[in-house]
Nanobody, 119 residues
């Protein structure tokens, strides 16, 4: 089965930084659109950022503060989070989606990693 292994979450004060990592198989990493989503307390899961062959996209709430990137040698997705705010507190999920064929699409999720930003 496909695994997305996340790390890097933790507790940080407002204004601080964290870097999240997500590792998966070479096969999935090379063909997928990769992304980060988050779900804060009492909120629905929302898109944070995505990256594919066409470039990157960000939620308005994190533009200028977060950077998504790929290490194609290590098959690892990163989310560099700077100038963190208390409202960034959430469980962050790694996602891989795409299609092996026209008829066979996929949507894989990691277990999530907690990010807590204190004021």
């Amino acid at each position: 089965q496909v695994q997305l292994v996340e790390s890097g979450g933790g507790l940080v004060q407002a204004g601080g930084s964290l870097r999240l990592s997500c590792s998966t198989s070479r096969r999935i990493f090379r063909i997928s659109t990769m992304g980060w989503y988050r779900q804060g307390p009492g909120k629905q899961r929302e898109l944070v950022a995505t990256v594919d062959g066409s470039g990157t996209a960000y939620a308005d709430s994190v533009k200028g503060r977060f950077t998504i990137s790929r290490d194609n040698t290590e098959n690892t997705l990163y989310l560099q989070m700077n100038n963190l705010k208390p409202e960034d507190t959430a469980v962050y999920y790694c996602n891989a989606r795409g299609a092996f064929t026209v008829e066979s699409s996929y949507d894989y999720w990691g277990q999530g990693t907690q990010v807590t930003v204190s004021s």
